[in-house]
């Protein structure tokens, strides 16, 4: 309806402004109305990051742990809270005694945000300068994490990373107080895993399985409904780095529930035999790789991307969930920062947004050329430099067994830098890298 003319008589007439009583009355009341209003909302809108002032926690309607809750096996599979497959995709830290400055709230939050990664992998070395030098301090360390992942709905794998000696019954005892102490603080929380050995080598699968049987329960004791990753024989190869297969496993499971086994791979040096045993594991036992480099199985040399892809695509098909080594600058072509403080180029992403574009049929099916997504200027932003050119290769090496020595070098070359060495602020960016990774991109 057409409203009324406006005349004087409509006019309203003026009411005195409030006394200053009632106008700090009406302050209060409208600051408890905006607080209350406030906790209503929901925790990924209220708080800004150090990712930009206008950053929230997160980007996404809801984050992975909102979506996914309290993780369960079901079957062979990896489920959320409602029983449905889930595949987790996400990154590793390099030992935390050699850059932990890499992992500061400005890189977790372009983890989470911008390459939206669903999972973090905390590892922990017990040796080469690692937990047995100092047991609280890299137990505050890994708490740390925990926390900083957790606020951001990230799932997080508590990774004690045994590699040398490769029997995880000889660190049995600091592996004890070690979880002990994790599931004492986290046993409330529904977003963390235990992967309660990094890479068992040299020793039998019954080994590791008695290994496991003590430590589950340890764990278990604190928080009963906890996911556990156990290791497997020949660096997490389900044995076939020392000649054997997954059947020693499938024939001789863990005695525990909630488990899954973990495989381990690099796409230039594990070809074949190790991407088939990996599918046949897939399809008898619960299976995790939480580790995976598109290099060579030192975690350096040229990226292999064509095989990298046959790999995740067998993932994707199967939703095994996958974890990329790793979010450092080591001097290895692994890391994701190139060292030093200058910025220059991006390398790849965690998990992008788009798909890359392939050369195959398929998503990832195919090498990606370098102009697949734009590079631009990035950096680690806590004491590392930025992410490394993402150099792309046609073709694949020739296929070779890891050998009979330890994953990858037992240290960082040259020696390890302090952690108080000058970086720059700057967020990581997307591009290249495991160029893979980006594969199985979700918008």
Excluded at 300 to 306: I, L, Q, R, S, V
Excluded at 396 to 403: A, D, G, I
């Amino acid at each position: 309806m057409t409203p009324a003319p406006h005349t004087a008589s409509a006019c309203p007439t003026p009411h005195p402004k409030p006394g200053p009583r009632l106008a700090a009355l009406l302050t209060v009341l409208a600051g408890a109305l905006l607080l209350l209003l406030t906790a209503a909302l929901p925790a990924t809108a209220a708080r800004p990051t150090g990712y930009g002032a206008d950053v929230p926690i997160t980007h996404r309607a809801a984050t992975p742990v909102d979506a996914g809750g309290r993780l369960q096996v079901c079957g062979t599979r990896l489920c959320n809270q409602h029983g449905v497959p889930v595949q987790l995709r996400g990154m590793s830290t390099h030992g935390t005694q050699w850059y932990a400055q890499c992992l500061t709230d400005a890189s977790l939050d372009a983890l989470a945000h911008d390459w939206r990664a669903d999972v973090l992998r905390v590892s922990t070395y017990v040796q080469e300068g690692g937990y047995e030098t100092d047991p609280a301090h890299f137990t505050a360390v890994a708490d740390r994490l925990i926390r900083q992942a957790s606020d951001r709905g990230l799932y997080v794998i508590v990774d004690w990373h045994t590699l040398t000696p490769g029997d995880p019954m000889a660190n049995l005892d600091r592996a004890t107080r070690f979880f002990t102490d994790i599931t004492s603080r986290h046993k409330d929380r529904v977003n963390v895993l235990y992967e309660i050995a990094n890479e068992p080598n040299g020793v039998s699968w019954s080994r590791i399985k008695e290994y496991a049987e003590r430590i589950i329960p340890v764990i278990r004791g604190n928080d009963p409904d906890a996911l556990v990753l156990v290791g497997t024989r020949a660096w997490s190869s389900f044995g076939v780095s020392e000649g054997a297969d997954e059947s020693e496993v499938v024939n001789d499971p863990v005695d525990a529930a909630n488990i899954m086994y973990t495989f381990h791979f690099y796409a230039a040096s594990h070809r074949d035999e190790y991407l088939a045993a990996l599918s046949r594991a897939a399809d008898r036992i619960p299976v995790f790789v939480t580790e995976f480099g598109t290099q060579n199985y030192a975690g350096e040399g040229a990226d292999d991307f064509a095989m990298s892809g046959r790999y995740l695509n067998l993932m994707a098909q199967k939703k095994i969930s996958w974890v990329n080594w790793n979010y450092s600058d080591d001097h290895r072509s692994g890391a994701v920062f190139t060292p030093g403080p200058a910025p220059r180029t991006a390398r790849g992403p965690a998990r992008g947004r788009s798909s890359p574009q392939a050369s195959g049929s398929g998503t990832g099916s195919g090498r990606r050329t370098p102009a697949a997504r734009p590079r631009r200027a990035g950096t680690c932003p806590a004491g590392a430099g930025p992410p490394r050119p993402g150099h792309l290769t046609a073709g694949s090496s020739p296929r070779t067994r890891r050998p009979p020595a330890p994953h990858r070098p037992s240290s960082p070359t040259p020696a390890p830098r302090p952690d108080t060495r000058p970086c720059s602020r700057s967020p990581p960016a997307r591009s290249a890298a495991a160029a893979a990774t980006a594969a199985g991109a979700r918008a």
